[in-house]
């Protein structure tokens, strides 16, 4: 394959990410503001998951166990969540959100709402077909880049 072709696709889909960025800042609640994705992501899952611990949010969200222990200990520390322990298995942490905690997931589901439809205006142009030939392409190209982190973290 040409780089003349990829590098344009791959700066275009960086501008994308760039653009979502910025447009999301613009749109969403300030109380979202202070929180990086990855926060956000793990309220969202703490909120979603059925006794949610950190091997099931990192498994959800793929992310590294380490990296959500330290998510999880800052929203802890700022009261977004509580840990808990289940009677049957002393061991294991688990968490559930605070009514704060809730309230930022709650502004998080709706901006994914509001994502949802403001953007269907633009895709409404394009055929089930033609969006789904987008979405394999980079499923495809995910999977792939995937495999060979995979690989190089398997060394």
């Not at 344009?8 to 503001?33: G, R």
């Not at 002393?90 to 709402?113: A, N, S």
């Amino acid at each position: 394959m040409n780089s003349k072709i990829l590098i344009p696709i791959f700066k275009q889909l960086n501008k994308i990410k760039e653009k979502q960025d910025e447009l999301s800042k613009l749109v969403s609640k300030e109380i979202l503001h202070e929180y990086s994705c990855s926060e956000l992501h793990c309220i969202r899952s703490i909120g979603n998951l059925e006794n949610p611990n950190v091997t099931k949010i990192a498994n959800e969200l793929r992310m590294t166990r380490g990296a959500i222990s330290k998510i999880t200990k800052k929203q802890l520390e700022k009261g977004l969540i509580t840990s808990y322990m289940l009677n049957c298995n002393k061991k294991e942490i688990y968490f559930r959100l605070t009514k704060l905690g809730q309230k930022i997931f709650d502004e998080h589901e709706k901006w994914h709402e509001d994502f949802e439809k403001r953007n269907n205006f633009f895709f409404d142009k394009y055929s089930e077909n033609e969006l789904i030939l987008v979405k394999e392409f980079i499923d495809t190209y995910v999977s792939y880049v995937d495999n060979k982190i995979d690989t190089l973290n398997n060394k």
